[in-house]
């Protein structure tokens, strides 16, 4: 799993592979007090807000940049 921070605002999370996030969401609020380094090491908290989206094609030239998630998202990576 990996936080894909997108342009204009954009987080996700999800299984990426080339320019496919598949078991997508939008992370809408954060819910941390310590950023996104945070929510990639323990996985969403009490107060985050995800928006399942499934399966989404991204245009590679958008990512910002992208995190490995632990864990906490479900991951078997």
């Given at each position: 799993?990996?936080?894909?921070?997108?342009t204009?605002?954009?987080?996700?999370?999800?299984?990426?592979?080339?320019?496919?996030?598949?078991?997508?969401?939008?992370?809408?609020?954060?819910?941390?007090?310590?950023?996104?380094?945070?929510?990639?090491?323990?996985?969403?908290?009490?107060?985050?807000?995800?928006?399942?989206?499934?399966?989404?094609?991204?245009?590679?030239?958008?990512?910002?940049?992208e995190?490995?998630?632990?864990?906490?998202?479900?991951?078997?990576?």
């Amino acid at each position: 799993m990996k936080i894909v921070v997108l342009t204009n605002g954009w987080v996700l999370v999800g299984k990426l592979d080339g320019d496919m996030l598949t078991d997508a969401s939008v992370i809408r609020r954060w819910g941390t007090s310590k950023g996104l380094g945070e929510l990639a090491n323990y996985g969403p908290l009490k107060e985050t807000i995800l928006d399942r989206l499934g399966t989404v094609v991204i245009e590679r030239s958008n990512v910002l940049f992208e995190i490995d998630c632990g864990h906490g998202f479900g991951s078997d990576d």
